[in-house]
């Protein structure tokens, strides 16, 4: 696939064949180039909330001789309508700012989204489970020495209550190296954190809270 980053290529892996995608907060529009180019999607629409990222996306698109993707000046989706966002990828954002766009969105319950948050993954994992999104699929993937999930959501009305350890990791099986990796990186923090509370006045039920999260993410690593 054109160009594409280990992460993008991961984002664009989750694109459902003959369906309209866009990609929200496209920056240089590399992976709308990706997939229109692939020709699998049945529209390319890529926004940008700032007018020098969609110039710098149609420098690029234009240097690939592309004309078929639609560029949209707005703030998330609010320029979008449903036809043009049957997919709606959000990926290089922190997981509260991703939350808001899919909260402010009119067809979020119509749509499918392909997200990726660079922080605050719990924080999504928790919005969406509150309000009423289902995780079908979600894979890690490195990028530049640092670890990222990739998600596969839609909305089916049902809301949920995520344990702790859900809320760290979501999905993901210790499978690939890149799943391991992500697993093994929540255990080091939540044993760390049990360790330097342990004695703590004040703090022994949030020690006890990270002491089983560390067990409980070690007993899934052992498979």
């Known amino acids: 696939m054109y160009n594409l980053s280990q992460r993008l290529k991961t984002v664009a892996s989750f694109v459902p064949q003959g369906k309209s995608v ?18 699998k999607c049945k529209s390319v629409t890529a926004t940008d909330i700032k007018e020098k990222p969609l110039k710098n996306a149609r420098k690029n698109l234009d240097k690939l001789g592309i004309d078929g993707v639609k560029l949209v000046l707005c703030n998330g989706l609010s320029a979008v309508e449903y036809k043009d966002a049957e997919v709606v990828i959000i990926a290089g954002m922190g997981g509260d700012v991703i939350s808001k766009i899919i909260d402010d969105c009119p067809y979020k319950k119509l749509s499918a989204f392909i997200l990726q948050p660079m922080t605050a993954s719990v924080a999504l994992r928790e919005y969406l489970a509150q309000n ?6 979600e894979v890690a993937v490195c990028e530049n020495g640092k670890i990222y999930s990739v998600m596969a959501v839609n909305y089916d009305g049902v809301k949920r209550n995520l344990t702790n350890t859900q809320k760290k990791i979501g999905m993901l099986k210790p499978i690939t190296s890149e799943n391991i990796q992500y697993i093994k990186k929540q ?6 954190c049990a360790a330097d509370l342990t004695g703590v ?16 993410l070690a007993f899934i690593l052992e498979g």
Not at 22 to 39: F, I, K, Q, R, S
Not at 187 to 192: C, E, L, P, Q
């Open 187 to 192: 255990y080091n923090i939540a044993n760390k």
């Open 201 to 216: 006045s004040g703090k022994e039920e949030l020690q006890k809270e990270n002491e089983l999260l560390a067990q409980e």
């Open 132 to 137: 009423g999104f289902c995780v079908n699929d």
């Open 22 to 39: 866009c990609d929200v907060g496209t920056d240089h529009a590399y992976l709308p180039a990706a997939l229109y180019l692939e020709g």
